[in-house]
């Protein structure tokens, strides 16, 4: 949807004739990059999403690789997002006595082959 949709405002040379209104069904990380694609384009729209609050309280994070990073380049978020993210280095998941399951260097692979002046990064929210 999200390709679309940036596909559809850089090769529109008009606006419709006729009004509209998009409904943006939830506030996740598509839904809010299709809320700022349109709000950048002059399109009216809403945004709905069910949960009472939009970012809880809850340990999250949003991993953004090389291709994500070409997507916020394209709607001007990428500086935004170089400021507020953190490089990965790898992750390691445990069991729930704390024992690590999985020890991964994979960040270092995606950064050699894909060469990109935005490493995999992370935005956490805790």
């Known amino acids: 949807m999200i390709f679309w949709l940036l596909h559809l ?3 529109m040379d008009k606006q419709p004739s006729f009004p509209f209104r998009v409904i943006v069904v939830g506030a996740g990380v598509a839904g809010l990059t299709a809320s700022h694609a349109l709000r950048k384009a ?3 729209h809403v945004v709905l999403e069910r949960g009472i609050d939009p970012a809880p309280p809850t340990g999250a994070s949003i991993a953004i690789y090389p291709h994500g990073a070409r997507m916020l380049q394209q709607i001007d978020c990428l500086q935004a997002a170089k400021n507020a993210c953190v490089p990965m280095e790898g992750f390691v998941n445990r069991m729930p006595d704390s024992r690590a399951i999985v ?5 270092e692979y995606v ?7 935005f490493a995999p990064s992370t935005l956490s929210y805790r």
């Open 9 to 11: 405002l850089t090769t």
């Open 42 to 44: 002059h399109i009216d």
């Open 103 to 107: 020890d991964s260097k994979f960040f």
């Open 111 to 117: 950064k050699e082959k894909y060469v990109s002046s």
